[in-house]
């Protein structure tokens, strides 16, 4: 499937998430998603893009390490399981709608994370929370350094295809 429509249905799933675990849940397949979008765009992606991409890579799969795993396993009480829709990734066709989408994905994140851990009585559930929203920070944050350097991409060949009509004339 491609990144976009992944994207959006992680954010609907979330959207309608209620229950805190379902809320961990939807966190964990975020950084999964963003984990497998930085390594498509790692191997597959502009060159100038790649390293950044890496980063985003390890961020999410640091961002799948901060929550527990075996609880999530079967934990989708919607009739899901805990399989991550990252798997279903085919294709990011438009890398700049794909980060846009994913930055947005992981901002809801962390908004309804801090929910989930203000209201908590659990200690262990909050730590898992607290630093889930670090970690959805930090993809975030790789996030916008790779749109950062596509920008760049795109002014500097904006720019070179101006210089080269400019010579022609």
């Known amino acids: 499937m491609e990144a976009v429509r992944l994207i959006a249905a992680g954010r609907h799933a979330l959207a309608q998430s209620r229950a805190a675990l379902d809320i961990v849940v939807e966190a964990w397949q975020a950084q999964a998603l963003a984990q497998a979008i930085g390594g498509w765009l790692a191997v597959t992606g502009p060159p100038e893009l ?27 009480h919607r009739g899901g399981d805990a399989v991550p829709r990252a798997a279903q990734l085919t294709a990011v066709s438009d890398i700049r709608q794909a980060l846009l989408g994913l930055g947005a994905l992981l901002g809801e994140v962390g908004i309804s994370l801090v929910g989930v851990a203000c209201a908590t009585d659990e200690e262990g559930l909050y730590w898992q929370c607290i630093e889930a929203i670090d970690a959805a ?4 944050d790789r996030v916008r350094g790779i749109l950062r350097r596509l920008t760049v991409r795109e002014q500097g060949g904006a720019s070179g295809a101006a210089r080269d009509s400019t010579a022609a004339t």
Do not use: I, M, N, Q
């Open 50 to 76: 790649r390293g950044e991409a890496r980063g985003l890579g390890e961020a999410g799969g640091r961002g799948c390490g901060v929550l527990d795993r075996p609880a999530l396993v079967g934990a989708d």
């Open 137 to 140: 920070d930090e993809s975030s």
